[in-house]
């Protein structure tokens, strides 16, 4: 069973399901030619999607283009269904940093014929998460900085003030369609600054000041 860890207190949750945004900043939408929604656009990865600091990312053999995007990562502490904008913040336990590995090559050709792209977003090792800063040391969410080197250059560096939804309204849209329960973790969305990994690459994901993950891609 994979587990979510708080720093400091050590304390871990089993994680569940993990819900994502897309389009979630304007830039990035820009760069790959998506239209930005009305609506935030979601989608999950399974929780055998996970992987932590120090461990590897495996390319599927289905894909032959594999893209990182740095993402700003909620654990859920405490569980509701509707949960207000206004309450929302009182449900997260931590905060983190995460990449969604994503097949673009498959993603693209799967949305071509209008198809699920799961296989392109939830494939084993697509969803490396670091440890979370607990809750209470993080006075405002849209003020957070997330940044992501690979092999020592900066590929991706975005502010959370630039989001399109802002984590309240994330959390509470997200609450109105799944029940959200301990463990769950949210992914954010991703700045723009995308683009793909190959094999012997080192990433560095920064959830600037509090918290860090490092992969290699196998």
Known sequence: ?????????????????????????????????????????????????????????????????CHYEVELALLIGTGGKDISEGSALDHIAGYGVALDMTLRDVQNELKKKGLPWEIAKGFDTSCPLSEFVPAAVVSDPQNLRIRLEINGELRQDGTTDHMIHPVRRIVAHISSIFTLEPGDVILTGTPSGVGPVVSGDRLRAELVGLATLEVAVE
């Open 1 to 65: 069973m994979k587990t979510a860890c708080i720093m400091e207190s050590k304390a871990e949750y089993p994680i569940g399901k993990i819900v994502c945004l897309a389009r979630n900043y304007v830039a990035h939408i820009k760069e790959l030619g998506n239209e930005t929604p009305e609506q935030p656009v979601l989608f999950i990865k399974p929780s055998t999607s996970v992987i932590g600091s120090g461990e590897i990312i495996r390319i599927p053999s289905y894909s032959g283009e």
